[in-house]
């Protein structure tokens, strides 16, 4: 300890011990050194466990023994607690210990090297502060491996090891998420993102991250609700997912009560891809070449795309100019079926919103002339899902929760990163996500 500036403090030090807190720790303060960097405190403990960890039996003193135990940063500063332990001679003939140290159970689990509360401030500053775990080593003046493991220990008992984390879940959110951009070392790069959307349609809550699942397809969720108990299973009523057709087959076959949800965006991002598809088809056939600058379907691509309602008024002749040209019937036709699903689900009334998506379903359903072959595309696609997509308007349940999850995910990729531990990875993101946040505060 390099020059230490010592401080005597009298015995017991109720300032000392009531702005460290230490009392919730069984210990008092008697001295503490500066030591630059490092603020060290010299203990001795109020709450201790004199019995023999072999047969529980209480020992006899013998002498006392520093004990070295990270603690909560002070005033930006690590500190470092020595506490006098007393240890005890085991009078037991039968035990196989002969020596051990009295145990801490306010302060530190045996063989630790941090307080119990330093666990519980790593998690709330990764949770709430979205610190990473560099940074809250740095802070508490120990090791990254050390903190990471803290920090994943603590998370794989509160994900894992809660039985009501899971209760009450009515809502059920499903997104795949892609977490390693690495090619070329065969582990899969996308996992199956489960959240628990109940709150947020009841507005009692955000959204909570249950779980990740390696891979994206229908086993992946099939499996991990398999996993899960009847009751659990009983109680989901909807599922949201994308248009992907493995989740839904997973969410048929375990939950085939629930209602399951085709997610709006998804579901007008569908069609956007079939408008995009039929004005470069036409692009081609009329000026044989792709998209140029002055190319007029070219240049109300973007345009397109927006809601009529906030195209503005020049933007609006130069589309309406483009679309009536005879040679652009068909995206004309594709246009306004577009602009009529985003109609539907602008309704103010549910009711109207689900006759509105139900008539565009109903016309694309029939027979769709071939040189609307997009559209006959889409027409498929959205009365195959159809069940999916109405009942939207009747749940009023979505995945935008889950997207934004995915988005924080793709935050907490970026102030670690990377990772290349898929396991590592699945149990920070649940830290990250929020989803902890009330088992955290009440550990």
Not at 214 to 238: C, E, Y
Not at 278 to 307: A, F, S, W
Not at 320 to 337: M, P, S
């Amino acid at each position: 300890m390099p020059n230490p500036t010592v401080t005597s403090a009298s015995a017991p030090n109720l300032v000392a011990d009531t702005i460290c807190r230490t009392a919730e720790l069984g210990l008092s303060i008697d001295n503490a050194a500066d030591a630059g960097e490092v603020t060290h405190l010299f203990c001795h403990p109020t709450a201790i466990d004199a019995a023999c960890p072999g047969c529980h039996e209480v020992g006899t003193l013998r002498d006392h023994v520093e004990r070295r135990l990270t603690d909560l940063p002070i005033v930006g500063h690590p500190c470092v607690l020595h506490v006098s332990v007393p240890r005890y001679a085991c009078d037991n003939p039968r035990c196989q210990g002969s020596i051990f140290r009295a145990g801490l159970p306010r302060a530190a689990g045996r063989k630790q090297s941090v307080t119990r509360r330093v666990t519980r401030w790593i998690l709330q500053r990764m949770a709430i502060d979205n610190m990473s775990v560099k940074a809250c080593a740095r802070a508490l003046g120990i090791g990254w491996d050390k903190t990471n493991d803290l920090a994943v220990a603590a998370c794989r008992h509160l994900a894992y090891g809660d039985p009501n984390r899971l209760k009450h879940v009515r809502v059920l959110g499903v997104d795949e998420h892609k977490w390693k951009h690495v090619r070329g070392d065969g582990s899969p790069g996308f996992v199956t993102v489960i959240c628990d959307l109940t709150g947020v349609v009841n507005g009692t809550g955000p959204a909570r991250l249950l779980d990740m699942v390696p891979g994206r397809s229908a086993d992946a969720l099939g499996d991990w609700l398999a996993d899960r108990d009847q009751n659990f299973r009983d109680t989901v009523k909807i599922t949201t997912m994308d248009g992907f057709t493995g989740y839904a087959t997973a969410a048929e076959k375990h939950l085939a009560h629930a209602r399951t949800v085709m997610d709006p965006f998804h579901v007008v991002h569908l069609a956007a891809g079939k408008l995009d598809d039929c004005r470069r088809r036409v692009q081609n056939d009329t000026l044989g070449h792709r998209g140029r600058k002055g190319d007029p379907l070219y240049g109300i691509r973007r345009t397109m795309l927006t809601r009529i309602s906030l195209v503005t008024p020049k933007r609006g002749e130069r589309l309406d100019e483009v679309l009536t040209a005879d040679e652009h019937v068909a995206v004309q036709v594709t246009w306004r079926y577009y602009q009529e699903m985003i109609a539907a689900y602008g309704e103010d009334q549910p009711r109207e919103g689900k006759k509105r998506m139900f008539k565009v379903m109903k016309a694309l359903d029939k027979k769709v002339p071939d040189e609307l072959k997009e559209l006959r595309s889409l027409g498929r696609t959205l009365n195959k899902r159809r069940k999916d997509i109405l009942a939207f308007f009747d749940t009023r349940a979505s995945n935008g929760p889950v997207e934004a999850l995915n988005g924080r995910l793709e935050h907490l990729r970026g102030i670690a990163l990377g990772f290349r531990n898929k396991a590592n990875y699945i149990l920070r993101s649940l830290i990250h996500s929020g989803g902890l946040r009330g088992a955290i505060n009440a550990l």
